[in-house]
């Protein structure tokens, strides 16, 4: 509650300063939203970039876990809902829907998560200022993670999300890499500075090159890509983020065939509710997450010639209706007639991009307003583990 009422005071000063009223539904376009939330977010974002020039390479090969069936270059992590059984302390592990296990391995989690902390804060500042320091201190994180040999990520996710006594490593663990994104997303907006050699740029986009390729060929590429929930959501968010890197076209219109013919179809109900996050132990924590997945996806994938941000099923799914019905319980969450989600009830909702990203392309003055007065700097692991996009600016 703290950081939140010091954002809002962030907010006013910043209304008190400037003048700026909130913008009418009408007046709610998208330069001029994206004016104001640069106007916003400029301080916070320049402090973060001023951490990350401290900050030095920090890759998985740093930690390793002896319950990693994998290598130093692998990735591991486990799946943060299952726990020792009671009944047999010493055997497989055992599901608890809901539960984050504490005593889990998430060194490797971790180190990514503050990669992409620091190239989104980098990018950011360097989208705002022009300034080629930010470009040169992200190019020592970027090659450290996907070209150097001797701490570089291997490009898949074999061993994600293990757990004890059952599985080396699972599909379900690919979420994990969403946390790359704004890795991918940040290296677009700093690759045209001069400061961005050619070699690295050509280096570090072969790995993701890479990596795309085993999420779409591995066994538990495929298997992650077909879940019926936020999973497979997240799967193509995060192809779509890698592949717009890359250049890959034909990947690209492959993600705007699946968003149309199975993601959006097949997850959204009439009412544009999620029913399969609906029916988690964490109902709205889930619904959150998906919704801003999707409204991810559509920030990637649109052009102007397919404009996802348009798009209807033929019985009226879309992704406003998705937004217009989650709005009213993110503006006023005593409205939420579920049951609490079972753990980080309190820590919801924060700065969630599917407010921004629908505001800036359905020119809603409301949803703006409402994404102004949330968290924009959320300190929670879970939170933070559960919020990819935590640097609009860079996807504007």
Known sequence: MKRICCSVLIVIGYVFQTGFSAPTQKEAEPVKIKKEA??????????????????????????????????????????????????????????RDGLTNPDNFLEHRKAMVRLSKIIGALASAYKITG??????????????????????????????????????????GIIDSIHLMEVA??????????????????????????????????????????????????????????????????????????????????????????????????????SIFNLDAMATLCQILSTTKDDLWDYETPDGKSLKKGIAYLYPYIADKSKWQLKPDVMYWGNWPVAQPFLLFGANAYRRDDWFKTWIKLDHDPQVEEVIRNLPIRNPLIWL
């Not at 890197?245 to 959204?268: A, E, F, G, H, W």
Request: with cysteine.
């Open 38 to 95: 640069t106007a916003i977010l400029k301080k916070q974002i320049l402090a973060n970039a001023a951490l990350a020039l401290q900050q030095q390479p920090v890759t998985i090969t740093a930690s390793h876990s002896p319950r990693s069936a994998g290598g130093l270059h692998d990735f591991f992590s486990e799946a943060d809902y299952f726990w020792p059984d009671p009944s047999n302390p010493d055997g497989p592990y055992i599901n």
């Open 185 to 286: 997303q940040g290296m677009l907006v700093m690759e045209g500075a001069r400061s961005f050699d050619k070699l690295s740029a050509a280096n570090i986009k072969k790995w993701f090159a890479q990596y795309i390729n085993w999420l779409n060929t591995s066994k538990p590429g495929m298997q992650e890509r077909d879940v019926k929930n936020n999973h497979a959501t997240c799967w193509a968010m995060q192809v779509a983020a890698f592949a717009k890197l890359c250049k890959d076209q034909v990947m690209l219109d492959s993600l705007r065939i699946r968003y149309k013919t199975i993601l959006l179809p097949n997850q959204m109900a009439v009412d544009g509710s999620f029913p399969l996050e609906l029916g988690r132990t964490k109902p709205y924590g889930y």
């Open 131 to 172: 300034d080629e320091k930010y470009v040169k201190q992200a190019l020592i994180h970027l090659n450290a993670w996907f070209a150097d040999p001797k701490t570089m990520m291997n490009p898949n996710l074999l061993y994600s999300q293990a757990v004890k006594g059952k599985f080396t490593g699972r599909n379900y």
